[in-house]
Structure formats: C-alpha cells, structure tokens
C-alpha cells in the first residue's frame, strides 16, 4: 500500500503590486484606538452644534401648525358667518348642523370633528370674544397647556379676524 504525500492544491500566486504595501507589518492594516478616538470627538463637537438647531425646528413647526390651523378656523367661522348671520356658539357648530342655523350650508370644516392643537388640547372658542367683542376669539394653550401665558397661538396674533 503506497500513500501519495504530494499536495493535490496548486500554491496560490502572490499579488505582484506595489512593494511597500505587501511589506507593511499587520499592525498597520487597521486604525488606532487614537484615530478611532479621534473620529468619535469630532463626531461628537459636530452633534452638539447641529442637533440643538433642529430641536427647535420641531417646537417652530407645532406653532406654524396651530398658527394654520386657527387660520383654517377662522376661514370656516367666517363663512358661518355669512350663511347665518353671527358666529356659532362652538366650533362643533362647523361641522354638525345647530338647530337655530337655518341657512347651515356645512359642514365648513373637512373633518367631522374637531381637531386638537399640537400639542394635544383642545382650541379655546369663544364668540362673543373679549378681545374682540364683535366677532371671536380663538386660541391654543400652546405647549404649556395653560390659558393666557405668553406662548398662546392666538387668532388676533394670526390675524384671521375680519370684524
């Protein structure tokens, strides 16, 4: 019995590129923990500037919405107004008949009911207005959910006040 000790596979070809490359140590192949480290700090520096520049955006946007939407309200109450002859007693008016409308040509809203600002609350309606007697007053709470503070969205700041 005779047993073949020869290899069966042919030696692979080594590369024939550049010299410096295949003579590199195989420490050198990679990146340091410092270049590594480095990288990671420069990430860093950049998220701290630029993620506060968006996180406002997002507080900027509820307001344009809320600032919108009383717009939208506003558009609606007012065409109420001129088919029945005086605001309606709520906003829920807009999108269900009131039986004292005899003129109603609604819903004035393309929703069937009535959404909520932002940030989850409901738009304080109020006609006759105080601020403005003759018409309306409408506004959100804005994010601190409280009446009459200074981040109330208004509809006499939006100017969707026609009378």
């Given at each position: 019995?005779?047993?073949?000790?020869?290899?069966?596979?042919?030696?692979?070809?080594?590369?024939?590129?550049?010299?410096?490359?295949?003579?590199?140590?195989?420490?050198?192949?990679?990146?340091?923990?410092?270049?590594?480290?480095?990288?990671?700090?420069?990430?860093?520096?950049?998220?701290?500037?630029?993620?506060?520049?968006?996180?406002?955006?997002?507080?900027?946007?509820?307001?344009?919405?809320?600032?919108?939407?009383?717009?939208?309200?506003g558009t609606?109450?007012?065409?109420?107004?001129?088919?029945?002859?005086?605001?309606?007693?709520?906003?829920?008016?807009?999108?269900?008949?009131?039986?004292?409308?005899?003129?109603?040509?609604?819903?004035?809203?393309?929703?069937?009911?009535?959404?909520?600002?932002?940030?989850?609350?409901?738009?304080?309606?109020?006609?006759?207005?105080?601020?403005?007697?003759?018409?309306?007053?409408?506004?959100?709470?804005g994010p601190?959910?409280?009446?009459?503070?200074?981040?109330?969205?208004?509809?006499?700041?939006?100017?969707?006040?026609?009378?």
């Amino acid at each position: 019995m005779s047993i073949n000790l020869k290899p069966t596979m042919k030696p692979r070809r080594k590369y024939k590129g550049n010299n410096a490359e295949q003579k590199k140590p195989k420490s050198q192949n990679g990146f340091t923990l410092i270049e590594l480290l480095l990288v990671l700090v420069i990430l860093g520096t950049l998220a701290a500037i630029v993620v506060p520049k968006f996180a406002g955006r997002s507080e900027q946007a509820r307001v344009t919405a809320a600032q919108s939407q009383i717009a939208t309200f506003g558009t609606a109450l007012d065409a109420y107004e001129v088919d029945n002859g005086s605001y309606p007693k709520s906003l829920q008016d807009l999108v269900i008949q009131p039986s004292d409308a005899q003129n109603w040509r609604g819903p004035y809203l393309k929703t069937t009911d009535i959404p909520l600002d932002p940030w989850g609350s409901p738009y304080v309606y109020e006609y006759p207005g105080r601020r403005n007697p003759s018409g309306y007053d409408l506004y959100s709470v804005g994010p601190d959910k409280r009446e009459n503070t200074e981040d109330d969205i208004t509809s006499w700041q939006v100017g969707t006040q026609r009378k």
